[in-house]
């Protein structure tokens, strides 16, 4: 089973997907929004493109587990993907999972300007993770 993670964002959405047997994950791309139009067909292109069977999305919470601004759009997003999409839609905290990225990115020497450039990429993969990790856990 593929799964695309995605670390949603209002300019920025992060993507990672995993092996075919859905196990490793690995960054894939950034989607800049420019329009809605231009968001939604790149976004879907991509899916079917890389032929995925199943979403991980963050969902964005404060640092004490609260619901921010944030939080309302992500799970717009999320409904808005169910149905353009029609792939279940898994979802998990993604509290600190850009700050994890940014540290992961630091220890693989990616320079400050490259580091922009795949920050949103790797949060997608922290996200991506954290939902296979806590799967086996689960599973018997």
């Given at each position: 089973?593929?799964y695309?993670g995605?670390?949603?964002g209002l300019?920025?959405?992060?993507?990672?997907?995993?092996?075919?047997?859905g196990?490793?994950?690995?960054p894939?791309?950034t989607?800049?929004?420019?329009?809605?139009?231009q968001?939604?067909?790149e976004?879907?292109?991509?899916?079917?493109h890389?032929?995925?069977?199943a979403l991980v999305?963050?969902?964005?919470?404060?640092?004490?587990?609260?619901?921010?601004?944030?939080?309302?759009?992500?799970?717009?997003?999320?409904r808005?993907?169910?149905k353009?999409?029609?792939?279940?839609?898994y979802?998990v905290?993604?509290?600190?999972?850009?700050?994890e990225?940014?540290?992961?990115?630091?220890?693989?020497?990616?320079?400050k300007?490259?580091?922009?450039?795949?920050?949103?990429?790797?949060?997608?993969?922290?996200?991506?993770?954290s939902?296979?990790?806590?799967r086996?856990?689960?599973?018997v």
């Amino acid at each position: 089973m593929r799964y695309l993670g995605i670390d949603f964002g209002l300019k920025r959405t992060g993507l990672a997907m995993t092996d075919a047997a859905g196990t490793l994950a690995f960054p894939l791309k950034t989607l800049y929004k420019k329009t809605n139009r231009q968001f939604w067909d790149e976004l879907l292109d991509t899916i079917n493109h890389e032929k995925i069977d199943a979403l991980v999305v963050g969902m964005p919470f404060d640092l004490y587990g609260q619901e921010t601004e944030i939080t309302v759009q992500a799970k717009n997003f999320i409904r808005r993907i169910q149905k353009k999409s029609g792939l279940p839609v898994y979802t998990v905290n993604e509290t600190c999972s850009s700050i994890e990225a940014k540290e992961q990115l630091k220890q693989a020497n990616v320079s400050k300007y490259k580091l922009n450039q795949y920050l949103d990429q790797q949060a997608a993969v922290v996200i991506l993770e954290s939902y296979l990790n806590s799967r086996t856990l689960y599973e018997v």
